[in-house]
């Protein structure tokens, strides 16, 4: 079966907002479909947490097999994770994040979806980043 990009998009989202008792299902269903997926809790300081978030999505796609240990792939994972914070920066900026990242990969379209809650004490708001990369199907 044959995805576009819209289709991994809503992989990407659906596993970002998911509940941790949820995720391993919704792997599994996506990978019967034909789609490669992953998630990994974030949080901290928006801030002093970008490049542990960026690591967190690199190596989580690794170790579940959504990309190839290549730099193309590991590039595409960390630009779609960088265009998504930067998405989600101007208004997370400052603040303590929490959330999840999904990565969803078919064929040679691959997404990054970041959904995290920001804020102080118990004032919370939701922000959600989505980027897309097309990587050769090695």
Sequence with gaps: MAFDSFDVAKAAITLAISSRASEESIIKDLKKRGILSVAV???GD????IPKIIERAVVASKRSGVIKECH???GAVIGATREALMQIGLKANGYNIGGKIGVAR???HLSVC?????GLLYLNDI???????AIPDL
């Design 41 to 43: 809790d974030i949080g």
């Design 46 to 49: 928006f801030n002093s947490s």
């Design 72 to 74: 193309v792939h590991e």
């Design 106 to 108: 078919a064929g040679e």
């Design 114 to 118: 970041i959904f995290m809650s920001m």
């Design 127 to 133: 922000v959600i980043g989505l980027a897309h990369r």
